[in-house]
C-alpha cells in the first residue's frame, strides 16, 4: 500500500487553484454559481491563487465519452438487468429511451438537431459504438483527452480545482430525467481524479428569486426540467467540488479541509 502523505496534507503553502462556476454545458442554477463565487474570495483572502479554468470540450465529453462509455452496445446490458422486474417510476423515462431502436434513435436525432441539439446528440451517442473494434477507439480517445485535460492543468501550474457540483437536492421524481445534469462529477470518473465536495452554503429567497428567470444555455427541455427540480429549495445545502490530479488524494484532501475551515469561519464572524 502506499503510505499516506502527511506533509502534503498537513501543509499550509498557499495554493495555486483553478476554478470555475460552468462548464459550458448545463449552466447551473443560481445557487451553484454563487458557492463557487464565494467560496473563491474565501481562498483568495486567506492568501491563494486563484485562476480562471475551462474544461476543454465538454459536450464531446458527455457523448463520445461518458455516453458511449457506459453504453457502448446501447444500453442492451443495462436493460436485461431490468427484465421481469419492476421500474421505478423516476427511471421510465431513461428506460423508454434506451429501448428504442437504433433505427428509432438516429431519425429521432436527425429530427431535434434544429431545435434541440443536445438532446439529439444524446440519442446519437445512446446508438452505441457498434463494435469491439470502436470500443477500443473510445477508450483510446478517453485516455488522450485525459492528456489534454492535463496538459491545461500543468501550464496553468494549478494544485487543485474548485468547481461546483449538481445541486441543491431535486425534487422527487427529477434525477432519473436529468443524467445529462450530472456533467459536473462524471468529468472527473473519467478523468479518474480524485475528488470530493464540501457543503457551503444554503439556497436563499434571492437564489430563488433568480432561479425563476433562469432559461439554461439551450431553454430546451433539459433546462427546463433543471430549473423544475430545484425550485422550491431554499434553505438546503449546496456545496462545491474539490478536485486534485491523479494520486494526490493527500492535496485533495487538504484543500477540502481548507475550504471547510474556511467556511465555518465566515458563519461564526
Known amino acids: 500500500p502506499i503510505p499516506f502523505r502527511d506533509e502534503v496534507y498537513s501543509s499550509t503553502r498557499p495554493l495555486r487553484i483553478g476554478y470555475y462556476d460552468t462548464d459550458g454545458f448545463i449552466l447551473p442554477p443560481p445557487c451553484m454559481r454563487r458557492a463557487i463565487q464565494e467560496t473563491r474570495k474565501l481562498l483568495e483572502k486567506a492568501g491563494h491563487t486563484l485562476i480562471p479554468f475551462n474544461p476543454p470540450r465538454m459536450e464531446y465529453v458527455v457523448n463520445e465519452l461518458f ?121 472527473y470518473n473519467i478523468l479518474n481524479f480524485p475528488a470530493g465536495i464540501v457543503p457551503v452554503t444554503m439556497v436563499t429567497e434571492e437564489d430563488e428569486e433568480e432561479l425563476r428567470h433562469y432559461k439554461g444555455y439551450y431553454n430546451d427541455h433539459w433546462d427546463k426540467l433543471i430549473k423544475e427540480a430545484a425550485t422550491g429549495g431554499v434553505g438546503l445545502p449546496v456545496a462545491v467540488q474539490c478536485v486534485a490530479l491523479p494520486w494526490q488524494e493527500e492535496l ?3 484543500f477540502m479541509k481548507e475550504v471547510e475551515t474556511l467556511t465555518m469561519e465566515k458563519r461564526t464572524v
Open 67 to 187: 455516453l458511449k462509455g457506459v453504453f457502448p452496445e446501447a444500453g442492451s446490458a443495462l436493460l436485461e438487468k431490468f427484465e421481469g422486474d419492476l421500474i421505478d417510476p423516476n427511471l421510465k423515462s431513461q428506460i423508454f429511451v434506451y429501448k428504442l431502436p437504433w433505427l428509432v434513435k438516429r431519425i429521432l436525432a436527425f429530427i431535434l438537431r434544429p431545435v434541440a441539439p443536445r438532446i439529439a446528440n444524446e440519442l446519437k451517442a445512446l446508438c452505441g459504438v457498434g463494435s469491439a473494434r470502436n470500443v477500443w477507439k473510445q477508450h483510446t480517445a478517453a485516455e488522450m483527452y485525459c492528456k489534454e485535460f492535463i496538459a491545461e492543468w500543468r501550464k496553468l501550474r494549478l494544485d487543485v480545482m474548485l468547481c461546483p457540483v449538481t445541486g441543491p437536492a431535486y425534487n422527487l421524481g427529477y434525477l432519473g430525467k436529468l443524467l445529462a445534469a450530472a456533467t459536473y462529477t462524471v468529468l
Open 252 to 254: 485533495c484532501l487538504r
